[in-house]
């Protein structure tokens, strides 16, 4: 969310700026479970790190409209590799109330990626390759509601989050050829089936650091629904 890190700055210098910027987001935890849950319906893991490049145009000091372009890397419970795919987002940051060094912000994004798996790794350890056209999407809506302090050229802010997680494969069947088991053996499922995460409702907490008016560094942190961490730099022009 980084509610507030440019909004609270002191300095007001036109109408219209541009800032851009790079982001480190690693999501270190995020419970998942099946869309539609049944009897044996088993529960998962995802764990995911994002680099990318931000650019922002602020309104007003009130409003920032801003995309995410970078590249994405999911893990399921360290049991699969899926190298590093495109990821975008877009989103808008906006200062509902400012009142002296305080501000209340509204900020809501969407993100997405598709990922595409190269093999698994049994629980004998051994490495089952994916032969069928299989991938992912993961799609993302958070919007979070916080509340900043500026003491000077530092910011810290705290916030609630609600966030709407969903994976889905592009088909139900996996074909994995395993040659740990000898030349020709293979394996097919046809249930694979959509993930939604467990929780919604989570916390958010960050500081930002502002240099010369014109350069920020931002740490965030969020808990609860997941566990992650970013950090993101941007210059204003």
């Given at each position: 969310p980084e509610m507030d890190r440019e909004s609270a700055a002191p300095q007001r210098r036109g109408n219209i700026e541009?800032?851009?910027?790079?982001?480190?987001?690693?999501?270190?935890?995020?419970?998942?479970?099946?869309?539609?849950?049944?009897?044996?319906?088993?529960?998962?893991?995802?764990?995911?790190?994002?680099?990318?490049?931000?650019?922002?145009?602020?309104?007003?000091?009130?409003?920032?409209?801003?995309?995410?372009?970078?590249?994405?890397?999911?893990?399921?419970?360290?049991?699969?590799f899926i190298p590093r795919r495109f990821s975008w987002s877009l989103g808008a940051k906006a200062v509902l109330l400012q009142w002296g060094c305080c501000c209340f912000s509204v900020d809501s994004k969407y993100y997405a990626t598709k990922q595409k798996p190269s093999y698994y790794v049994l629980e004998e350890g051994h490495p089952a390759f994916v032969l069928s056209n299989l991938d992912f999407t993961y799609q993302e809506f958070q919007i979070a509601l916080g509340f900043g302090y500026r003491f000077s050229s530092f910011t810290t802010y705290w916030g609630a989050t609600y966030t709407d997680v969903k994976l889905e494969p592009n088909t139900n069947f996996i074909l994995l050829e395993i040659p740990a088991f000898g030349e020709g053996a293979i394996y097919s499922d046809d249930n694979l089936k959509s993930n939604v995460n467990q929780y919604r409702f989570g916390i958010v907490w960050g500081f930002s650091l502002l240099a010369c008016g014109k350069m920020s560094l931002n740490i965030e942190s969020r808990h609860l629904d997941q566990n992650a961490v970013n950090v993101s730099s941007m210059i204003q022009y």
């Open positions: 541009l800032r851009t910027g790079y982001l480190v987001d690693y999501l270190y935890k995020l419970p998942m479970r099946e869309e539609f849950v049944t009897k044996d319906s088993d529960d998962t893991e995802l764990a995911m790190n994002t680099y990318a490049a931000i650019i922002t145009m602020n309104l007003c000091q009130r409003l920032d409209l801003y995309t995410i372009l970078g590249s994405s890397k999911m893990q399921e419970e360290e049991i699969g």
